[in-house]
């Protein structure tokens, strides 16, 4: 089933983000996130892990999601549209510096050290990144599109 489907696994880089919309509980369309966890270990591509003992869900270590905005000022967005900034596994706003680990969340460094991201749950099936999360329902790939600046660039296409 492609229901929840937001890209493929191979699609989201080991030094950048992936960006999508959602929709919350409350009906309002958001913008998250996919970001790599563990480049080193997905070269491989779909399936690299090795599963025998059962511990690790294999593909879904390695990637993560979380609403894209930053937590010193929760309108400001880390992923701009072309995805989010990184420095050695930390995603960067690029705001006022502030740094988050890509696999917990958590600001190591910034005006808002010690605050999490906020994390939506995501599962691989195939080489596919999937949101099952039960609080938000995928809208689409990309970022919200500002209509004011829609519609301008549509009335500025006239040759
Ligand atoms: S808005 Fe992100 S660090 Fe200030």
């Known amino acids: ?3 929840g489907r937001i890209t493929a696994l ?3 880089p080991d030094d950048s ?3 999508f919309r959602v929709t919350d509980d409350a009906g309002e369309v958001r913008e998250a996130i996919l970001v790599r966890t563990d480049p080193a270990a997905t070269d491989g591509g779909e399936s690299t892990a090795e599963t025998d003992g059962g511990e690790r869900p294999a593909e879904t270590d390695h990637v993560a999601c979380w609403l894209n905005y930053c937590q010193h000022l929760t309108h400001i967005k880390l992923d701009k549209g072309s995805g989010a900034p990184m420095r050695d596994g930390e995603l960067v706003c690029a705001n006022h510096g502030a740094y988050f680990e ?3 969340g958590e600001c190591t460094f910034g005006p808002c050290e010690g605050a999490y991201l906020t994390e939506l749950e995501v599962s691989v099936a195939d080489g596919d ?3 099952t999360d039960g609080s938000y329902e995928f809208v689409g790939t990309g970022p919200i599109e500002d209509d004011d600046f829609d519609r301008t660039s549509t009335s ?3 040759f």
Do not use: K, R
């Open 10 to 12: 191979s699609e989201v």
């Open 17 to 19: 983000t992936v960006c």
């Open 102 to 104: 890509a696999d917990s």
């Open 156 to 158: 500025n296409v006239e």
């Open 129 to 131: 990144v999937y949101l």
């Open 1 to 3: 089933m492609d229901a």
